[in-house]
Nanobody
Framework: QVQLTESGGGSVQPGGSLTLSCVAS????????MAWFRQAPGKEREGIAS????????EYNAFVKGRFTISQDNAKNTLYLRIDNLNPEDTAIYYC?????????????????WGQGTQVTVSS
């Protein structure tokens, strides 16, 4: 089993930045692959970025365009997502996900373990 707890969301003005955190606990082999997703009201959940804790490989969705950065701190069992130049279209609930496969993936169906999400609201 894996437990994931996100934090760092909040209300931000357009152009601002946020760093989301996801603290993971539980079976390390079930956390070989971790990812960030988001879901806006009325929209499907979409993958933002994925990271293989096994080899450090990263994968980003094409819409990221350099504004999102995924990283990890193994000593703290924490996954991060930094978001720069936020705009209202980034308003969503952001989720952390994990699974035991050794590849990166931006498909929600590839992940068994999910956090409860953290709300990000971008408005002026």
């Amino acid at each position: 089993q894996v437990q994931l707890t996100e934090s760092g969301g909040g209300s931000v003005q357009p152009g601002g930045s946020l760093t989301l955190s996801c603290v993971a606990s539980g079976s390390p082999p079930n956390r070989n692959s971790m990812a960030w997703f988001r879901q806006a009201p009325g929209k499907e959940r979409e993958g933002i970025a994925s990271l293989s804790t096994h080899n450090g490989r990263k994968e980003y969705n094409a819409f990221v365009k350099g504004r999102f950065t995924i990283s990890q701190d193994n000593a703290k069992n924490t996954l991060y997502l930094r978001i720069d130049n936020l705009n209202p279209e980034d308003t969503a609930i952001y989720y952390c996900a994990a699974d035991g496969h050794l590849y990166t993936s931006l498909l929600a169906s590839r992940y068994r373990y999910w956090g409860q999400g953290t709300q990000v609201t971008v408005s002026s």
